[in-house]
């Protein structure tokens, strides 16, 4: 593709890494086949091929519209088009850099800007979030059906290890998921302790980034990235009287962001050597339990034999290229697992998509519901709160993490 940047960007870091972006796309369109908003709409302009050549016009200086901001709203950076180019371009690093653009020159209604605002400064904070998190789960009943959708039943926390262990390994809470489901976490410590890896949460890592930054307050989730590199830091060097082999993370949403830090940060001379470390140090937990499979078959008991749905998260399969460990931890469990049709589409939480696109993602909710309730599970299983919560408040059947499963199968102490 040619471009002629317009020079309010072209000598920028952003512009000549969209110029490079642009360049490798080839217009060939595979990328629609597997987009989830233009098989809903339609819309060559709500697909990635649409979406570059909207964000090549701003960046060749032709002033952006509602309606360019509109379709690249409806995105859902499920990167799936990634998944899919033969030419592998990073659209996810593109529609970040004409989201900025964009958002610079086209301004929003004054409820959008308000339900924004409220979201990049309540979700990322958990000293908001977690008493808003149990007023909602108080008054759950009385909620409107929107609201209660993102409000999940109150859930216990679980037993916290407390050996220790020659073996370290950091975790990054999350903002959200402590309140949401916090068993997740001490499910996930609970399993690498029967392993014999000890599990540290640094108190002051917070947020990962991805909040803000994909909201188009880049700055803001830098910052936030730059805190936890300082929070981790000295277990990575061994100050802090432990050194961290590894930064374990079971939210995929999460795990993406962290693993980008290096690139994100690359032009910031303070962190950019420390950014790359982090990124590096940075692994899915099921990136981790291979290591561990014979020990964990070993210490867990008969298995259940439930059949399993599993939903690979996007930001896990598309954002960080990984594909069957989670089945094959599972099976090797003994568990029933299945992936549904379309295992390869967004389930439509994509972090607040489904609150600012609420209708797109409930059509892709329901669509992801219909192809797992084919596999008549027991239980649905997934890999990140979003998604977690997201299919939750669509079915009956149980949606769990899947570490949780792994962990209810392992032989009490």
Same mark, same amino acid.
């Given at each position: ?221 830098? &910052?936030?990235?730059? =805190? /936890?590199?300082? *929070?981790?830091? #000295?277990? $990575?060097?061994? @100050? ?125 909710? &329901?669509?992801?519901? =219909? /192809?797992?309730? *084919?596999?008549? #599970?027991? $239980?649905?299983? @997934? ?31």
């Amino acid at each position: 593709m040619q471009t002629n940047l317009a020079d309010f960007i072209r000598d920028t870091a952003e512009g000549q890494e969209a110029d490079a972006i642009l360049r490798s796309c080839v217009h060939c369109g595979f990328c629609t086949a597997t987009c989830p908003t233009y098989q809903l709409l339609g819309d060559e302009l709500d697909g990635p091929r649409g979406r570059i050549y909207l964000i090549k016009q701003v960046l060749e200086g032709k002033p952006a519209t509602v309606s360019t901001q509109t379709h690249l709203d409806r995105c859902l950076t499920c990167r799936n088009c990634e998944s899919t180019c033969p030419s592998g371009v990073q659209y996810g690093r593109l529609i970040d850099i004409g989201r900025k653009v964009v958002e610079q020159q086209v301004p929003r209604p004054l409820s959008q800007r308000l339900v924004r605002a409220a979201l990049k400064e309540a979700l990322p904070r958990k000293w908001i979030f977690r008493p808003a998190m149990k007023v909602g789960q108080a008054m759950r009943a009385w909620l409107p059906p929107v609201l209660r959708n993102k409000v999940p039943q109150p859930q216990p926390a679980g037993r916290w290890p407390s050996a220790s262990h020659a073996r370290h390994m950091l975790l990054l809470e999350g903002c959200v998921q402590p309140s949401m489901s916090p068993n997740i976490n001490s499910a996930t410590a609970r399993v690498l302790d029967a392993l014999g890896v000890q599990l540290i949460v640094p108190p002051k890592a917070g947020c990962c980034g991805a909040i803000r930054f994909h909201m188009n307050d880049q700055e803001g989730g830098l &910052d936030d990235m730059r =805190r /936890n590199i300082d *929070a981790w830091w #000295p277990y $990575v060097d061994g @100050s802090a009287g432990v050194k961290a082999e590894a930064i374990v993370m079971n939210a995929s949403g999460c795990g993406v962001t962290v693993k980008d830090y290096g690139h994100l940060l690359q032009h910031d001379h303070a962190y950019a050597e420390k950014a790359r470390r982090i990124s590096h140090l940075t692994r899915d937990i099921s990136e981790i339990l291979p290591e561990f499979e014979q020990q964990l078959v070993q210490k867990l008991r008969a298995p259940a034999g439930a059949r399993v749905a599993y939903h690979p998260p996007c930001t896990l399969q598309h954002g960080q290229k990984i594909r069957g460990r989670v089945e094959g931890i599972l099976r090797a469990a003994g568990v029933d697992v299945q992936l549904c049709a379309d295992s390869h589409l967004c389930c439509g939480s994509a972090g607040t998509y489904s609150i600012l696109q609420p209708e797109l993602s409930y059509q892709l909710r &329901d669509n992801k519901l =219909r /192809n797992l309730a *084919a596999i008549n #599970p027991e $239980v649905i299983v @997934s890999g990140n709160i979003g998604c977690v919560t997201h299919l939750q408040s669509g079915t009956d059947t149980p949606v769990k993490h899947w570490i949780e499963l792994i962990d209810s199968a392992l032989a009490p102490n």
